[in-house]
């Protein structure tokens, strides 16, 4: 303590060199000026006149800058301590002591930076908690389709198959546990681009209803396999990045197959492309399928939130549809929600003139 005191004391008379050294030189000028008085009226003023003014002065000073010193000690006593724990993420909060109004505003802008430091930690950190939350659930269903292809091949040594027809049974197994793993990756490749979005989007005039049927044809086989006919209804050219509204359309689908395959006969996949007001042109994709409990609504598209179907199935991460969200956010675009539990659910992508915008706020 008493080495900090020393150390504060020395930085406080150094930085008022300059005001010491201008009060030398007033009182050497008054001193002078008396002086002369006195060579012009012999006896007018007493030399020890002088004398005493000079030490009434300097102890006057003297009296202010210990003074001054004091009111200021503890602001150096909590600076010198915040130097000490500079490691602490805290240290910046010790300096509460501000004695002056450049004091305060300088400590003004230590706390606003510290407070801005902590909020941008505390994103990051909420960030990589939810990225490594993701990978080990990315990892324990990319783990299933592994384990049952790998059950399905020693079946098949064990007992090969005896007809074409059991063969075609075995080949269509494998081929949905591998689309489930090219899914699996596709969403992993894609979260990891979500970080860098600025530098992986194009925008351009894409043909939405090209679009959508290009991802009704990757999802082909599984719609024929659950009886699900998709349907495009409209023609409409956007600005949008096709590769990311792409993904976005094949997670509502994927969406839409995997909450319809359970209910009993032939059930519809509907898109519906259509102008609205303002030149805005809007996507629906509705599907014929189980629905969404309206206490679910609010939460689906919030990351790993899977509610009621979710754990029904057991197939779900709870990352398609927030991924979905992430990305119309990020191209300007508004992605809704509306379902009857059990009657079916439409989501709808509006598209709007100005809404590409807001990448030049968000990035530019």
């Not at 990891?192 to 679009?211: C, G, N, Q, S, Y």
Request: proline share 3%; net charge neutral.
């Amino acid at each position: 303590m008493k080495e900090r005191r020393r150390k504060a004391l020395i930085l406080f008379l150094r930085d008022r060199l300059l005001n010491i050294l201008l009060f030398i030189i007033v009182v050497g000028l008054a001193c002078g000026l008396y002086l002369l008085e006195n060579a012009r009226y012999p006896g007018l003023i007493e030399t020890e006149t002088i004398y005493y003014f000079i030490l009434l002065t300097c102890f006057l000073y003297a009296v202010w800058l210990l003074i001054d010193y004091i009111r200021q000690r503890y602001y150096f006593d909590q600076m010198y301590e915040a130097l000490e724990r500079s490691d602490d993420i805290g240290a910046a909060t010790i300096i509460q002591a501000m004695a002056t109004e450049e004091q305060k505003l300088a400590a003004q802008v230590i706390h606003d930076q510290h407070r801005t430091y902590l909020n941008e930690l505390n994103r990051l950190r909420r960030q990589q908690e939810l990225h490594n939350h993701f990978v080990l659930q990315w990892v324990h269903h990319m783990k299933t389709p592994v384990s049952v292809i790998d059950l399905q091949l020693q079946e098949s040594r064990r007992q090969p198959p005896a007809g074409e027809a059991e063969w075609l049974q075995l080949m269509d197994s494998i081929k949905e546990e591998t689309e489930r793993l090219t899914n699996g990756l596709e969403m992993m490749l894609h979260t990891a681009r979500l970080d860098k979005f600025e530098m992986d989007v194009h925008l351009a005039k894409t043909p939405l209803h090209e679009l959508a049927r290009s991802v009704v044809n990757t999802h082909k086989r599984l719609c024929i396999r659950y009886s699900i006919f998709p349907r495009v209804e409209g023609e409409a050219y956007v600005e949008t990045d096709g590769k990311w509204m792409s993904f976005v359309i094949s997670q509502l689908v994927s969406n839409a197959i995997k909450y319809s395959r359970s209910k009993p006969g032939s059930k519809t996949l509907l898109f519906r492309i259509y102008a609205v007001e303002d030149g805005a042109v809007k996507l629906e994709v509705a599907d014929s399928g189980i629905g969404i409990a309206q206490h679910d609504l609010p939460r689906i598209f919030d990351p790993f939130f899977t509610g009621e179907n979710g754990r029904a199935t057991g197939d779900s991460t709870g990352m398609g549809l927030y991924l979905a969200k992430q990305v119309c956010n990020r191209l300007g675009h508004l992605l809704n929600v509306q379902s009857e539990l059990g009657e079916g659910t439409t989501f709808s992508i509006t598209f709007r003139p100005r809404g590409i915008h807001v990448i030049e706020s968000a990035y530019g």
